[in-house]
């Protein structure tokens, strides 16, 4: 039995594991509070001399990274217990492993672009949104381009599945980190066996000797089912005990809707940075395929509609420096320290007019697949005159184009009558809350800002989801509800929502220079030929 001077040294809490692109982070967040007591994180790199737009790692270099995030962790917090351990990580790799569970040769990732004609291809095929990044597509380029490679697999995972595979010795993985390897059904909470069947098909009029796909891909687990129990290797490499529960592993995605608390049907996470990514939790299945929406799932499987913008703030980001730089010896300062360019132009443009005094902006910097934009170059201005021309009004209306592309890609939702009923906004745009008005108003949605929401994002969600099983799980510890219950009850327990609901002008103004803008998007072609140089 451990003294009393040992048990005041313990913190109790949940570690989540968070495998990014460019490097590993180990949480660990108190039992009680939930808030963040201890941080570990070690970077990576790629494998060098690839040819452009090709992107692999290492398998070893994130288990390398997170022996090195453990030692730091437990050095922060030298008497922790972890009583249950949760992963996110990059969705859509293609971790390959032979029988014995060795990894064959390097590891794709989800922004290597060499299965664009895959994708296509399945899209068309099985009838079903297939993303050139899905693991599924990546596969079958791998069955045609390395044919040595894909006879040898037997067990197929993402970096998280794989990370989990490593702690507990089974090959399974969360749901929603599974629904970007390969389609879901809503029914079975599992692959879609018909176009499974389909897939294997393909596969079969090019090489009969590749193993059928459902028998590499990992199991398929959702919140609060355990994945396994931490081994005396895994334990060791760590330096935790072993038997602690692992929670299924999850993708970056849905483990960043767990950290911001959202799982309730019509719940719209909405983060806008230098590309914005808009997941929409949905009720049902979507029908149909559309350019401007991805699908995956929620960590219990709930279905999550995804559109992203290649054009988030970049244009606006731009104006803001040009302008900010010009204001900014203007600003008044009461010390050497200048304002930054934000600091100087954010405050006017959430009180700029609503129609940004007649301008209207397109953001095109970069291509827009979803919107049929094929390059870029046509980012611009329009509707200057001599009272409008104003750092505000410009800066406002380079955000309510991309506010307005984000709407095109939602409209689709709209026609199959998904619900939108709270929005909740992070990303570089929440450092001005104002702007969460903004977006109500575009969207005529209530939208919620989280103040005290953690920067960790997938790595708090990976956390939250080893608290959730724990609490399924142990017998001393047992919860009622399920994991949208849980979410929402931490949800409501935050003392930091700041809340802004549509203002009824503002939104019937908003509308018609929407319409506006739609009318202005169809001359992108024409535009885009004209600054051709």
């Not at 990992?218 to 602690?244: D, F, N, Q, R």
């Not at 909405?270 to 995956?296: L, P, Q, Y």
Request: aromatic share 6%.
């Amino acid at each position: 039995m451990a003294s009393s001077s040992e048990e005041s040294t313990t913190r109790k809490g949940f570690l989540g594991i968070d495998i990014g692109t460019q490097g590993l982070s180990a949480l660990l967040i108190d039992h009680d509070s939930l808030q963040v007591i201890g941080k570990g994180e070690a970077q990576y790199g790629m494998v060098d001399n690839l040819d452009n737009g090709c992107y692999e790692q290492n398998a070893q270099d994130w288990e390398d990274a997170l022996v090195d995030s453990m030692k730091q962790l437990r050095e922060q917090v030298p008497g922790m217990e972890v009583l249950a351990i949760g992963i996110a990580g990059q969705m859509h790799g293609e971790v390959l492993m032979d029988e014995q569970g060795h990894v064959i040769g390097t590891v794709r990732l989800w922004c290597d672009a060499r299965n664009e004609e895959e994708g296509m291809e399945l899209t068309n095929k099985l009838g079903r949104k297939v993303p050139k990044r899905m693991t599924s597509a990546r596969f079958l380029w791998t069955i045609r381009n390395k044919p040595d490679v894909a006879r040898k697999t037997r067990h197929m995972n993402t970096p998280a599945g794989w990370m989990a595979f490593r702690l507990s010795n089974q090959h399974s993985l969360g749901i929603g980190d599974a629904s970007g390897m390969f389609p879901v059904s809503q029914k079975s909470m599992n692959y879609d066996t018909e176009l499974l069947n389909k897939f294997d098909a393909i596969v079969r009029e090019q090489d009969q000797s590749i193993a059928p796909l459902e028998s590499i891909l990992p199991k398929v687990l959702v919140a609060g089912e355990t994945t396994g129990l931490l081994t005396s290797e895994a334990a060791k490499l760590l330096g935790l005990h072993e038997g602690i529960p692992v929670a299924p592993a999850e993708g970056d995605q849905p483990a960043a809707l767990a950290g911001s608390f959202i799982g309730s049907p019509g719940t719209v996470s909405c983060s806008f940075g230098t590309s914005v990514c808009a997941n929409s939790v949905g009720d049902r299945e979507f029908k149909g395929v559309s350019d401007s929406v991805d699908h995956f799932c929620a960590s219990d499987g709930k279905p999550i509609n995804m559109i992203w913008l290649r054009n988030g703030t970049t244009f606006l980001n731009s104006v803001v420096s040009s302008y900010g730089q010009m204001l900014q010896n203007s600003a008044e300062s009461n010390d050497d320290i200048k304002p930054s360019a934000f600091d100087v132009i954010m405050p006017k443009l959430v009180k700029a007019p609503p129609n940004c005094g007649g301008l209207l902006a397109l953001p095109f910097m970069d291509d827009e697949p979803g919107l049929h934009v094929s390059s870029g170059g046509s980012a611009m201005i329009v509707g200057w005159n001599e009272s409008n021309a104003k750092p505000e009004n410009v800066a406002r209306a380079a955000l309510m184009s991309t506010c307005f592309n984000l709407r095109i890609g939602s409209e689709v939702l709209d026609e199959q009558g998904y619900p939108r009923k709270r929005m909740v906004l992070t990303g570089g745009l929440a450092k001005t809350p104002e702007c969460g008005q903004i977006i109500a108003d575009v969207f005529n949605t209530p939208t919620e800002l989280q103040l005290d929401s953690s920067d960790e994002g997938s790595g708090f969600g990976a956390c939250l989801m080893a608290t959730f099983l724990y609490h399924k799980t142990k017998a001393d510890a047992k919860m009622e509800g399920d994991w949208t219950d849980f979410l929402e009850t931490r949800r409501k327990n935050r003392s930091k929502l700041l809340y802004y609901d549509p203002n009824p002008e503002h939104v019937s103004v908003v509308n018609d220079m929407f319409q506006r803008y739609k009318k202005l998007l169809t001359l992108v072609p024409q535009l885009t030929e004209a600054v051709k140089k």
